[in-house]
């Protein structure tokens, strides 16, 4: 279960923010899914949070924490920029973005 954290810089962000999460959470599971690995859109877990305090490197920071498949490792850069090519397509609602893509080969759910 892939979990996505957005950390926002304004209460105004997550509000536009709110619009795309269904779109959001398809695209990222399509970019997730590998051969090994088919992700569905309700598997991926996403929260969006507005720190108290911050020095960001972007307007939207995605952080996405995901199982490491071989195939992912391979594409990893790809599918960080294809994220944030979908976020900045939304172009109205976000000036930068930058996004991280964490593979680990624990993890564990219930």
Known sequence: MPLVSIYVSSEKKVNALKGILPELREFIANELTCKER???PEEISIQILVPSAHLSI??????I???SYPERIKNQDKICLAIKNFM????SFFDSVFVWLQLSELGHSL
Not at 58 to 63: G, N, S, Y
């Open 38 to 40: 088919t992700i569905q």
């Open 58 to 63: 972007a307007d939207i920071e995605i952080k």
């Open 65 to 67: 924490i995901a199982y």
């Open 88 to 91: 900045l397509s939304k172009k």
